[in-house]
């Protein structure tokens, strides 16, 4: 059983920056990335990257949230810029593995004051 770890988030305020950090226990995937649900809302892509480092946004993040990995360390990562209020949201790790299907982290929320 493949498990994700998110760590990061918590409270920033508009214009500050945030990093997430998301550590799978073994590495199976071929595209990971982030994915976000406000409430009310339903789970939107964020970013999302693959083994090879192609790299793909959601038009609202764009030139302010960058997405990395690091296959060494089964680990990749979310940096936050020029946050918005409309960023806040709970933030969710995603993986996917061309065997095994889809995983998904527990959510870390992100809260961002005006």
């Known amino acids: 059983q493949v498990q994700l770890m998110e760590s990061g988030g918590g409270l920033g305020q508009a214009g500050g920056s945030l990093r997430l950090s998301c550590a799978a226990s073994r590495r199976v995937f071929d595209v990971m990335g982030w994915y976000r649900q406000a409430p009310g809302n339903e789970r939107e892509l964020v970013a999302t990257i693959t083994i090879g480092g192609a790299a793909n946004y959601a038009d609202s993040v764009k030139g302010r949230f960058t997405i990395s990995r690091d296959n060494a360390e089964n680990a990749w990562y979310l940096r936050m810029n020029a946050l918005k209020p409309e960023d806040t949201a709970a933030y969710y790790c995603?993986?996917?593995?061309?065997?095994?299907?889809?995983?998904w982290g527990q959510g870390t929320q992100v809260t961002v004051s005006s």
């Open positions: 995603y993986a996917k593995s061309p065997v095994k299907g889809v995983y």
